[in-house]
């Protein structure tokens, strides 16, 4: 009989270890997808960045005396560059959001601006951009939601503390960013 008794501790002490590395390697497929996701918004951030100078160029054609607006685009812009986490990333693209809205909203003025071939397509690739960005941002979100889910349910959270999985931090505009910035000319 004590051999028996024996048996069933190894036995148990083996399905803890097995369900720790199951575990341990859940958390770290979540954690890739939120890297690959955070990746994918990033792109989409910078894309829109790399466009803006273009779209900036073509208005300044138009509505030179515009200085400031040009400016806060600039600035904002470099801002979204310099920015290292997800949060510093959402306050940073919601500034450049504002910012972009408030270079489109001079174009209402220039009717000619609104005919030139250059601005319409970059202006059409910019509204495939914030599109894209929206795609991007939900889907690490949803990632995000699942690690941290992941790593507060039991038994996991034993397996998530002992190896030091921290919560990821969701990609939430800042407030009165909400304003996606409207390309509809």
């Given at each position: 009989?004590?051999?028996?008794?024996?048996?069933?501790?190894?036995?148990?002490?083996?399905?803890?270890?097995?369900?720790?590395?199951?575990?341990?390697?859940?958390?770290?497929?979540?954690?890739?997808?939120?890297?690959?996701?955070?990746?994918?918004?990033?792109?989409?951030?910078?894309?829109?960045?790399?466009?803006?100078?273009?779209?900036?160029?073509?208005?300044k054609g138009y509505a030179a005396h515009e200085k400031e607006v040009f400016k806060q685009v600039s600035d904002?812009?470099?801002?979204?560059?310099?920015?290292?986490?997800?949060?510093?990333?959402?306050?940073?693209?919601?500034?450049?959001?504002?910012?972009?809205?408030?270079?489109?909203?001079?174009?209402?003025?220039?009717?000619q601006l609104k005919a030139d071939v250059n601005f319409?397509?970059?202006?059409?690739?910019?509204?495939?951009?914030?599109?894209?960005?929206?795609?991007?941002?939900?889907?690490?979100?949803?990632?995000?939601?699942?690690?941290?889910?992941?790593?507060?349910?039991?038994?996991?959270?034993?397996?998530?503390?002992?190896?030091?999985?921290?919560?990821?931090?969701?990609?939430?505009?800042?407030?009165?960013?909400?304003?996606?910035?409207?390309?509809?000319?």
């Amino acid at each position: 009989m004590p051999k028996i008794g024996g048996i069933v501790v190894i036995v148990l002490i083996l399905l803890l270890i097995l369900t720790g590395f199951g575990n341990y390697n859940s958390l770290v497929n979540l954690d890739e997808k939120a890297k690959s996701n955070w990746s994918q918004v990033d792109n989409q951030l910078q894309r829109r960045a790399d466009l803006i100078p273009n779209l900036v160029e073509t208005v300044k054609g138009y509505a030179a005396h515009e200085k400031e607006v040009f400016k806060q685009v600039s600035d904002a812009r470099s801002k979204l560059a310099g920015a290292r986490t997800v949060g510093e990333r959402a306050a940073a693209e919601g500034e450049l959001s504002s910012a972009l809205s408030r270079l489109l909203a001079i174009v209402e003025n220039y009717p000619q601006l609104k005919a030139d071939v250059n601005f319409r397509q970059l202006s059409d690739e910019l509204t495939g951009t914030e599109n894209r960005i929206a795609v991007a941002r939900m889907d690490y979100n949803q990632v995000v939601q699942a690690y941290n889910s992941a790593i507060r349910r039991f038994p996991t959270v034993i397996v998530a503390r002992m190896i030091g999985f921290e919560p990821k931090e969701y990609f939430q505009k800042e407030a009165g960013a909400a304003r996606v910035p409207r390309v509809n000319f």
